[in-house]
């Protein structure tokens, strides 16, 4: 059963950069997409973007400008940098698998980010 | 991009059934959706993938009272008999060079 856990800090300042890394167990990190989704307090699911155990990307247009999404497959993680950020930014972030073409399969458990001073 | 449109709410009673809609935008009416389960403080948990055609296939341990459908433009999650536990925000997704969410619905076992 795959299992997939993020990590990182749950409070960022203002202006500066969000990093979380997610680390997938039970599975080998080829051949799917890994994907982040992040869902602000009380609101719906909103897709960041995917990397490909190849290292292609590919982003939402509405946060592509600061978003990176880089793949460790010696270690069977992934990780997200979100640059710049503000309070808009403060939100539940998910990694999540998918196939080619493909539904949300597996996803992680969620860790809280708060962008606060 | 396909836009997906989901009611806010649906409620219905405990042992009943209930059916909930995810509508894709005009020209996408042919794709492929998932369904999404997400109960309170919980992540999100995949429940089943629905073709145009009607025929779904379902995320492992999803229970059989849970089934899926398609008329047109319109994909289908039916839960019967419903339990306690069904009480949770559903979503829906789908995919063409990005992935796009529903607003989710909320449902609310009576």
């Known amino acids: 059963q795959v299992q997939l856990e993020e990590s990182g800090p749950g409070l960022v300042k203002p202006s500066e950069t969000l990093s979380l890394t997610c680390t997938v167990s039970?599975?080998?990190?080829?051949?799917?997409?890994w994907n982040w989704i992040r869902q602000p307090p009380g609101k719906g699911l909103e897709w960041i973007g995917y990397i490909y155990h190849s290292g292609s990307t590919n982003y939402n247009p509405s946060l592509k400008s600061r978003v990176t999404i880089s793949v460790d497959t010696s270690n069977n993680q992934f990780s997200l940098k979100l640059s710049s950020v503000t309070a808009a930014d403060t939100a539940v972030y998910y990694c999540a698998r998918s196939g080619y073409l493909a539904p949300l399969d597996y996803w992680g458990q969620g860790t809280l980010v708060t962008v606060s001073s | 991009q396909p836009v997906l449109t989901q009611s806010s709410s649906a409620s219905a009673s405990l042992g009943s059934s209930v059916k909930l809609t995810c509508t894709l935008s005009s020209g996408h009416s042919s794709y492929i959706i998932a369904w999404h389960q997400q109960q309170p403080g919980k992540a999100p948990r995949f429940l089943m993938k629905i073709e145009g055609s009607g025929t779904y296939s379902k995320g492992s341990g999803v229970p059989d009272r849970f089934s899926g459908s398609s008329s047109g433009a319109d994909r289908y999650l039916t839960i019967s008999n419903l339990q306690f536990e069904d009480e949770a925000d559903y979503y829906c997704e789908t995919w063409d060079s990005q992935k796009v969410f529903g607003g989710g619905t909320k449902l609310t076992v009576l």
């Open positions: 039970g599975g080998s990190i080829s051949r799917y997409y």
